[in-house]
Every structure is written in C-alpha cells, then in structure tokens.
C-alpha cells in the first residue's frame, strides 16, 4: 500500500479513485460511490467510508458504504434512518458521525455499529462536521448559516442533556447555507473558519466564543483548507479561484491566488503547508505546490464534478471488514448497548527482556551483604561438599601413611633379614 | 600460557584485547589450583560480570569494515576464547556445590544474552538441558533455582526470534510448564522466578501454555485466592493471569478472566461491605456482569477460606485487603496491556463497581444493624478502607487508559462520582491519586473534559496549595462556582441525619493541618498544569485569576524554597529531592498559566520571567533546564511577530503583511479584534513593547533581503523550465519520468497546453494584482518603513530578471 493517498470522489456514480500522491500513479477504484460533499472520510486510516446521496428526493434514506483499502467493493453496507449528508470519523476511528437532511446529528461506535446517540442540532440539513484538534468538540455547519459547537461529553450527559440547549455555542453570522468548516489547532483557544454561499468567511475564536472577523470573497467559497502552521487558510471558489488568505492580516489578507481551474473549486485538501490538492467541477484534480503556486500534477477523476478531494495515509495491514457490523438505525436504549465497549488494544509488541543479568546483580549484592538463609544454606553447602572431600582426603593421606609405614617396615625388615 | 606473545598495537582500542580477556576470566572461573577460594567472595564473580558486560566480550562481532590483516585470525582467537569460556560455565552449571552452579548458571543467562545468534542456535539444546536438571533436581538451593529459572526465561526470550527453531523450542518450552506447576502447587517458595519463566512462555510461546491453560489459570487462580503469599509475589502472580489470556489469544477468553475476576471482587465486597452500603448493589453489579440468559462462569474457589472465627481484624488485613489489591491488579493489566484482537470491555460493571467502592465511606447507613456489622468492625474497616480506594482508583486509572476516546460515552458518568469523591477525600495519597485521575481525564478527553473538571481541580487545588488561606478554605469551597452542592450545605445535611461524626471530624482535619503534604502539591499542581495547557481559555473566566495567583504564589515559594532563599527548613518527610520536584511541578504549571491564552496579557508575566531567569541559575539542576526552556517559550510572548515565511514566492504581498504589523493598527495576533485590551502592565512590558518593534523591522530588512534574491532564482528557474519543457504539464520540481502515462493521455494535450499557458497567464495577472494591492498598501506608508519602499522597487526585478533569463 502506498504511503500517502489522495481520494476523491463525485456526486454522481463515478466510485471513489485513489492515487498515490507522490507518484501519482493511479491505485484502486472504489466501486459504487456518489457522495454528497463532505460524505467522504476515512475511519481512523482504516477504512474509507462515504454516505451518498439518495437515489430521488423521495427517498427515505440512503446508503453509507465502507471500503476496506485494498478491495474495490464495499465491505459494509448500512442503512441510516435519514439520508447523511456531511460525515467525519475522529482519528482513532473509533466513532463517526454524520449529519441528516434533517438537521439531526448521528454518533455511531464503528466497532459495534451502534448508533450511540442521535441528537436534533440544527433547524435545517447539516452541510459539514468537523472536530476540535482534541476531537472532543464537534463543529456542525447547517443549511440556515448556523455553526454551532458540541461538547461530546456533554452529548452523553443524561442529566445536562434534560436541561436541553446541549450546544458550547452557536453562531448565526452566516446569512446563507455553510460550505465548510475547518478549525485550527490550539486546544481550547483553537479558531474555526467556515465559509458560506454568503460570500464571505469568518473566523471564530474557540476560547471566546464568538466571530473575530469576517473576510469578504469575491465568489462564494465551497471548500477551506488551513495551513497547518495557521499562517493562512486557502478557500477554494466558484469563480476558479483557491485564495490564500493570511490569517494574521485583517485589511488586504489576501496574499495570493491559485488560478487554474476553469470552472468552480469544489473541494480542497492541505498537506504539511507545501502541497494542496483541489478538485474542480470538470472533475480534474490539481496538486498545486503552494511555495511557487505551481500546478505539479494533475489528474483525471472522472467526467464529472468532483464532490470530495482527501489527503489520506491508510494503514499498512488495513481493515478486513467482513467482521464489521452495518451501522445501526436506532439508538438502543436498553441498559446493555451502553455497557459494553468493543475496545481495540494495540497489538501486542513483547519487547525482549533480560533478566539473568539483573538477577545475578541482586543476588550477588544478597550474596555480599552475607544476610539470607539462601546464602548460609549455600555456605553450608559447601562446607559441607568441602568437609566431605577433606574427610575424603584425611582418609587418603591416612592410607598413604598406612602404606607408607608397611612399605618401611617392610624394606627395613627386608633389609635386616640379609 | 598466554597464547599471544605480541603486544596490543592500539593499546584500549585493540580488538584483539577482547578474547584476551576473555581467556584470563575464563581462567578466574576455573576452581582448580589457589583460585579455588576466589569464586566464592562474590567480589570476583561481579568484577567478571562487570568486565564481560563492558567490554562486550561476548558478542564476536567485529566492527563493520573491519579490515585489520589478522582478520580471521582474531575471529578464530574470539571464537575459542568463548568456547572455552562456555565449557567452563557448563561445568560449572552441572557442579554439585551450589556456589559453582550458582555461578555457572547466572554467567550462562548472562552469555544467553549476550552470544552470537549462530552460537546461541547452536548449541540452545545442550543448554536447556543442563538448565532443566537443575529445575529437576530436589535439593537445590533458592539461588540456583532463581537462576536457572531467570536463564532458561531468557533462553526461550531470545530463541523465540529464530523462526527456523521454533518448532523445537515450543516443545521444549512444554517440558517446562509441568514443572513450574509443580511449584506452585506446593508451598510456594521460589515461585517468583517461575512465574518470570511462565510470563515469558505465556508472551513468547503460547501454543506451549494453550495445553494446560485451565491447569495454569487455576494454579494462578488458587494462589491468589488463598491470599498468603506476600506483596509481591501476588502481583506477579496477578500479572500472569492477566497475562494468561494471550495462551488462546482470543476475545472469549480475554472476557472469561475479567468476567470472573469482576465477579470475584464484587462477591468479595458483598462480604466486607455489609451493612454499611445500600442493599441491593452487589446483586445489580452481577446483573450487569451476567446478563440475564447468559451463565455466570465458575468461579476459583477461594481455597483456605477463613474461618468464620477468625478475628475479623486479621481476615480484613490479611486476607482480604491484598486478595483485593490482586484481583484489581490482574484487572488494571488486562485493561492497559495490549492484546491482539478485539475485546469487549464490560465499562458499566467496572464503572459501577468503581462508584460501588468509593461510596462507601465508613458509615452504617441502615438502622437495622447487621449481627457483623459490630462497632469494632466498622473501626477496622475504616482503618483499611483508603487502601481499598486506592486500589479501586487504580482500577479508574487502568480504565481510562484502556478506554481512550471510547469512554466518550461514560465520560459524564465517570465525571459525577470522582467530583463528589474528591470533596470527601481527605487522605493525601487518596487526594493525590484523584488528582492524577482528573488529570488524565483531563488529557484523553482534553477540551470538552476541561468545561467539567476546572471548577473541581481549582477549588481543591486552592485547598492544598494555598498554605496562606488554609483556615478559610473551607468556605472558600463552599463559595467556589456554583458547584451543585457545595460541601458546607453536604455536611450540614448529613449530621443532621445521622449523628455519625466522622464527616465533621474530616472538616475539622481539613482546616486544621499546617500544611499539605508536598506528593499532593505536586499531584495538584500537575492537574492544575493540565487544566490550563487543555482549557486554560476556554470559559475559565471564573476561575482563570485566581488559578493564575495560586501559581504565581506556589512557584515563588517553591523557588525561594529550593534555593535556599526562604528561611523555612525541610518539614517531616520532605526530603530534598521532592523539594525539587515540587518546585520543577510548580515551575511548569506556572509555564502553563502564563502561556495558556487568557484574553488579556498574562498579569503575572514579568513576575514569572523574573523566576525563571532565577531558577536558572542554578545550573546543574532540572529547575535550571527547564527554566531554560520556559524563557525560550515565553519569548514568543514577550516578541509577539508574525514572520512570513521566508521563501515566500511573492515578495510585495510579503512585504504588505510585515508593514502591516508595524503599522500600529495592525494586531500581530491572530485578529485584530482584542487589541485594546493588550496594556502594558508592568515596566517590564512597556520595556519590551517598543524593542520588539526594532527588533522586527531589522528582522524584517533581512527578511525582505533573502526573499528577494530567493525570488531571483526561483523566478529564473521557473522561466527556464517553462520554455525548456513547453511540452509538459510538470512543473520544475517534479521529475517527468514520475508521471504516469495514463495521466498524461488523460488530461490530453489541449489541457497540457492550457495549464503551462494559464501559469504564465497566473504569473502575470498576479503581479499586476499585486501591483495594485502593493500600491494600494504603500499609499500612507511610504515614508514609515525604509522596507516598504524597498519591497516596492523589488517588484518589477522579478519580471525583469525573468526577461534576463529568458535572454540569455
């Protein structure tokens, strides 16, 4: 499996294509895969997953599909309750959440499947998740401009959640439906963009919980991406256009524009602040580098717009998926479900460990200090070995002198008889 | 006898000094002639350890490229040395006096370790089977036992990285486990050094323990049981049944174990908690365990059970205190150790098992007194009961480590019972471990943690560090936040229902003490640290300051403290080195506070500076070190800048975002919103304000210089190549040969042509863009900056440089 991935995907059924980014070669299609925008993310570098959009407006709901990495069909299909829009996974993988047409916020355990909590957050269809830096907030963007922002734990707490108003905040600056929400790193002082079909961006203070500026565009804004040193944050335009806008500058902060699409930016991925992959309408992805604004590659999705660009590092084994459950429907609220967790323990690496050499370390300074039964048993032990070979050898020098003795006596005798 | 009679040519450094060594140590084991004696002082056999270990004596290898003429004779000289070297430990391992064997034995664990792979393939056979004699053989002695057992332990622990061995390894590995049962079945002694062996063949041969796993588990299972071994060997006893799942290595077996020991914790506390808990809670901790339909597993039986007669004191202390501390043990390791598939983790039973515990605070809480629920009784339970609460925080802790992200949906009911715990806690290991508790609640559940915890850790943080309040603290508490109950209103409410006492008795202990202990200061201070590097800005409006002061206080004392400066002398049980790192902890939390973002400057900032530039003065220390750190840190506050990057392709727009930060209404933050609230505060800052200023412009005259020249090149190389390789879609930096074929058919040459043709069209409407934007920016500042004016005549070098380029 090749280190870094780019996936990108479209509203129509083109499946979802995979390159690797540094070499560009084409890997696996995906087969099957007509997302909505932000309804494609991989689970913890897992597994891909994508909501799609629903065959007609009629439809009551509409399939999530997951990918494991090296299999073009999808492993798992599962059937929410509404048709999911936005979907984002914290990096663990250990829960996904989607956001319903009917402005309704879905938690899911992936290991279980459960649907864990399912709360109503906005008036209107979510069009974007994201979560905090720390992944224990989620930011939700919606049809009517509201961005508002979770506190995860607080979502389980039965007894704040009967209280009601679960959200940290909620802004409405935004006159028009969100596109995107990115947020920045900087634990509780983090900032969060977003942008809309209002033309403009905001920027949002975490700590003080509310909009800090607003940037004007000329066009509207579909995609955001952020540098990750937070020096700037691109956003990807109707007009073509993917603005560099500093982040540190309030008058004039535009510092730069990547122009080469044609037709509308559509989506927008960032990579460690030198590379930026964008996807336009006519389906043609574009790996741009930033320093020198230069297009350093381009590829061909597919003849269709493109609806999800992503920068992804799958993990070498990947996931077999054909133990994993579908999502479920419904919360279940019987005692059990919220009792039990699947928990992945990390794979066990037994380091070698050594233990003669500490051993004879303690036992020697045991051996010295001359103090244990151990010890004297030993030392008996030896005296004794030591007393039995002596006694051995009194017996043998005893001999030897018996002999000794008859020999002269013997010579002497012998000696005398002539 | 001496094999050599040439002289060491690189004197330390020559490797034929090795196998010279080797042979004179070789000659030290050998017990025949005046020697005999030496081997048995101890001193000679660690003066041969300790040379085999630091000169490598064993390990034959010859550094890489070694190219000395006498090559193969020095490998055949080091070859024969370790030969002879290995025969004299083989005698010596089967020698009948204990002392040689002793001896022979740790050296050839020692020589396992450390040989060559060739040498260890070889010849592990011969070894085992000496080695497994001396297991065999009945009269040994607790030395040779703890030996051959440590030996053969790492044995198996390096074979077990030889695949083409493993074969016969595991069954050898299976001729051990009978007699390592044996020992444990009888009375117990040497057992640890067998549990060693067992833990290595659980890790690195499970097929060989997979057929006697029931026999193991109960072996283990029964040891633990009956409670009478000491301290420490019941914790490795516990660490192998934790371990013991790995055998079978599935998810079934994994749940059995912690099944059985959750049942067996909870049985155990049905026993000991009679009559002064609810009724009704040990049976709901089973329901949760064994859900309806399903069977309970067997359970081990506790073997020596106490007798009923036994005085209850000795049967608290002695049997059921650390059959407690092992159970929860063996639980807290199969929680965080790795395992290599899936599990599921009963959270609610542990959850409520955990609050079970720590509800439990020494009051009878029914009428009806229990026939054993004597006073006497209560009295020793109280007397035990911390230890009980710290084990079962132990087991909180493994559970929040285990869990990660995936206590998410417990997180509020993990929450709720520590907080209420915490207001009662008085014993300072319990508070300390508490606040270790928080503080890694803190760390895997970060912000949205923060917004729950803050009130509680400053409240009870302010208790145990403010030594100037500690009478009013109390109070203080009470007043804390709008804490849902506070402690006052608790303690009011409970004497007047019962006339119990002890809750009034912990006030009272609380406001009484001189000082806390410094191991809680330190735990304290940690969570504090974590609080305001996590969420020190996040609604922390309430208790922000007065965190801030706290801080500021401790790390002045602390400092003064450590350095001798104050005049107080060390407290009872504080020794030196706690004095350390009391004042290292109270450094870094103070680090945390003045650099977690509040909205207005950090008041203490130039107070803080002050002690770190004193603390580091005491070089040699981890204070120094660190305070070292902390001044660089903080730098950034003190110089606030935003510095471009510096090969930014575009020098006018650069240029813009650094004149606007010198521009005074520029913010050099993120946004300019909270720029009224930035006061000077002390002189210190008002110092520093204007230098910065300086230092930037110089910083940004240079800055500007390189980008330019950068420019230069890089607008040539690009020029360059685009002319060179028209016919690509590849832009300078990535090499033709790395684009896939079926890219270039796709995107077809129509694209080709449009995409090089619209970077030069890009090229150039941003600079006309630029030109304007760089105009417009310049209108009111031309005469404010010496670099503005630079910048806008480096404008048009860029163009014009490309047009040399293309000239030449």
């Known amino acids: 499996m090749e280190g870094e991935m780019i996936i990108a995907s479209s509203p129509v059924d083109t499946g979802v294509n995979s390159w690797g980014l540094n070499s560009g070669t084409k890997l696996l299609n995906y087969k099957v895969c007509s997302s909505p925008r932000h309804g494609l993310t991989s689970v913890g570098s897992r597994f891909i997953a994508s909501s799609q959009i629903p065959a007609s407006r009629s439809a009551s709901t509409a399939p999530i599909y997951f990918w494991s990495w090296d299999k073009p069909q999808f492993g798992v299909k599962s059937f929410p309750a509404e048709p999911i829009g936005p979907l984002t996974a914290n990096s663990e993988g250990t829960y996904l959440m989607g956001g319903g047409s009917s402005g309704s916020i879905y938690l899911w355990e992936v290991a279980s499947g459960k649907l864990l909590n399912k709360w109503h957050a906005h008036y209107r269809s979510v069009t974007c998740l994201a979560l905090s830096d720390d992944e224990s907030l989620l930011i939700s963007g919606s049809d009517d401009g509201c961005v508002r922002v979770w506190n995860l734990i607080m979502i389980f707490d039965a007894l704040k959640a009967q209280s009601g108003l679960s959200y940290l905040y909620s802004w409405t600056e935004h006159a028009l439906r969100v596109t995107d929400i990115v947020v920045g790193r900087g634990l509780s002082n983090s900032i969060i963009i977003s942008s809309s079909e209002d033309r403009t961006c905001k920027i949002f203070s975490l700590s003080e919980g509310k909009i800090m500026r607003s940037i004007p565009l000329d066009s509207v804004a579909d995609a955001l991406a952020i540098d990750p040193g937070e020096h700037r944050f691109y956003a990807g335009c109707r007009d073509g256009k993917i603005y560099i806008k500093s982040l540190n500058a309030e008058n004039n902060p535009t510092i730069g524009i990547l122009f080469d699409h044609s037709v509308a930016v559509t989506s927008i991925a960032c990579r460690d602040g030198t590379t930026l992959v964008s996807g336009s309408e006519d389906g043609i992805i574009r790996i741009w580098d930033i320093m020198t604004q230069h297009v350093v590659r381009v590829l061909k999705h597919a003849k269709a717009p493109i609806s999800n660009v992503l920068l992804v590092k799958p993990t070498r084994q990947g996931t077999n998926l054909a133990h994993q459950p579908p999502l479920s429907k419904y919360v279940d609220s019987s005692e059990g479900d919220l009792g039990r967790n699947i928990v992945i323990l990390p794979q066990p690496c037994w380091k070698p460990n050594f233990l003669s050499s500490g051993l004879m370390g303690r036992q020697l300074k045991e051996f010295q200090e001359n103090n244990s039964s151990a010890v004297a048993e030993m030392e008996v032990e030896r005296l004794r070995i030591e007393n039995k070979k002596l006694v051995e050898m009194a017996e043998k020098w005893k001999k030897l002198c018996q002999d000794q003795q008859s020999f002269y006596v013997k010579e002497l005798l012998d000696h005398t008889k002539p | ?808």
Not at chain 2, 223 to 228: A, D, E, L, P, T
Not at chain 2, 318 to 340: D, F
Not at chain 2, 348 to 368: A, E, F, H, Y
Request: proline fraction near 5%; aromatic fraction near 6%; include cysteine.
């Open chain 2, 1 to 808: 006898m001496a094999p050599f009679s040439d002289y060491l040519t690189d004197g330390v450094n020559d490797l034929r000094l090795k196998p010279r060594i080797l042979r004179s140590l070789t000659r030290d084991l050998d017990d025949t002639g005046d020697r005999r004696s030496r081997l048995f002082d101890g001193e000679e056999l660690a003066n041969i350890l300790e040379k085999v270990q630091l000169h490598g004596l064993l390990s034959e290898v010859l550094p890489e490229g070694y190219a000395g003429k006498d090559e193969a004779k020095l490998r055949e000289e080091w070859r024969s040395a370790v030969d002879a070297w290995i025969e004299r430990l083989l005698l010596l391992v089967s020698d009948k006096m204990p002392q040689k064997c002793w001896a022979g034995t740790c050296l050839l664990g020692v020589t396992i370790g450390e040989c060559t792979s060739e040498r260890l393939v070889a010849s592990y056979a011969v070894w085992f089977e000496k080695l497994l004699q001396n297991i065999q053989a009945s009269s040994n002695n607790r030395f040779v036992y703890e030996a051959s057992y440590a030996c053969l332990s790492d044995l198996f622990t390096r074979l077990s990285s030889f695949p083409n061995v493993k074969k016969e390894s595991t069954s050898f590995s299976g001729r051990l486990v009978q007699p390592v049962l044996q020992l444990m079945d009888g009375d117990g002694s040497f057992m640890e050094a067998a549990i060693d062996l067992l833990c290595t063949l659980i890790k690195f041969y499970p097929s060989a323990i997979y057929r006697c796993y029931d026999k193991v588990e109960s072996a283990l299972a029964s040891k633990i049981m009956s409670g009478n071994s000491n301290m420490e060997a019941l914790k490795k006893i516990s660490g192998a049944l934790a371990l013991l799942p790995h055998a079978k290595g599935d998810s079934g077996s994994w749940s059995v174990i912690m099944q059985k020991l959750m049942i067996s914790i909870n049985l155990l506390l049905n026993d000991v908690f009679e009559g002064l808990e609810e009724e009704g809670k040990g049976p709901e901790i089973m329901k949760l365990l064994v859900p309806a339909g399903m069977e309970a597993p067997p359970l081990w039986d506790q073997k020596n059970k106490p007798e009923e007669n036994t005085h209850a004191t000795r049967r608290l202390r002695e049997s059921i205190s650390p059959l407690l501390c092992s159970l929860t043990y063996s639980c807290c390791i199969m929680l965080t150790n790795p395992y290599p598939v899936q599990v599921i983790i009963p959270v609610r039973p542990l959850l409520t098992l955990i609050g079970r515990v720590l509800n439990v605070d020494g009051t009878l809480v029914s009428k009806t007194v229990f026939p054993s629920t004597t006073s006497l009784y209560q009295e020793l339970l109280c007397s035990e009961l911390p230890t009980f609460h710290l084990y079962i925080l132990d087991l909180l802790i493994a559970t929040i480590k285990g869990l990660k992200s995936q206590l998410l949906p417990h997180a509020a009911s993990v929450v709720q019972p520590v907080t209420d715990y915490f207001r009662r806690a008085t014993h300072p290991s319990i508070r300390a471990k508490v606040y270790y508790t928080l503080e890694l609640l803190l760390h895997s559940m970060g912000v949205g943690m923060s917004l729950y915890l803050a009130e509680h850790v400053v409240s009870n943080a302010s208790i145990d560090l403010d030594e100037g309040r500690e009478s009013i603290c109390i109070s203080k508490l009470g007043n804390a936040g709008s804490l849902k109950s506070s402690p006052k209103k608790r303690k009011r409410g409970r004497s007047s229902s019962q006339s119990n006492g002890v809750e009034e008795e912990t006030n009272s202990v609380i406001a009484g003490k001189k000082s806390t202990p410094l191991f809680v200061k330190i735990a304290a201070l940690r969570a504090m640290g974590t609080l305001l590097s996590v969420g020190g800005s996040l609604k922390s409006e309430s208790w922000r300051l007065e965190a801030d002061r706290l801080l500021i206080n401790l790390a002045t004392k602390s400092l003064n403290t450590f350095t001798g400066k104050a005049e107080k002398y060390l407290c009872i049980g504080e020794s030196a080195t706690s004095q350390e790192e009391c004042c290292l902890v109270a450094l870094q939390a103070l680090l945390s506070s003045l650099l977690s973002p509040s909205h207005v400057r950090p008041p203490y900032l130039s107070q803080g500076l002050e002690l770190f530039q004193k603390g580091k003065l005491e070089i040699g220390t981890e204070v120094a070190t660190f305070c070292e750190k902390a001044l660089l840190a903080l730098e950034v506050l003190i110089h606030p800048r935003d510095i471009p990057l510096v090969n930014y392709p575009i020098p006018i727009a650069a240029a813009v975002s650094i004149n606007e930060f010198d521009d005074d209404e520029m913010h050099p933050g993120w946004w300019g919103a909270s720029d009224d609230e930035i006061q000077p505060l002390g002189d210190v800052n008002g110092d520093t304000q204007p230098q910065s200023m300086e230092v930037d412009a110089q910083k940004s005259q240079g800055v500007e210089q390189e980008r330019r020249e950068y420019n230069r090149e890089a607008a040539t190389l690009s020029f360059e190549t685009e002319k060179i390789e028209s016919s690509s879609v590849l832009p300078p930096q990535a090499p033709v040969d790395l684009l896939p074929s079926q890219d270039l058919q796709n995107t077809g040459r129509d694209t080709k042509y449009t995409v090089s043709q619209d970077t030069v069209d890009d090229r150039q409407g941003k600079k006309s863009y630029y030109d304007l934007l760089g105009n417009n920016s310049l209108g009111g500042k031309e005469l404010m900056n010496d670099s503005d004016s630079e910048s806008s005549d480096s404008a048009p070098p860029v163009v014009a440089d490309g047009l040399d380029t293309e000239s030449d």
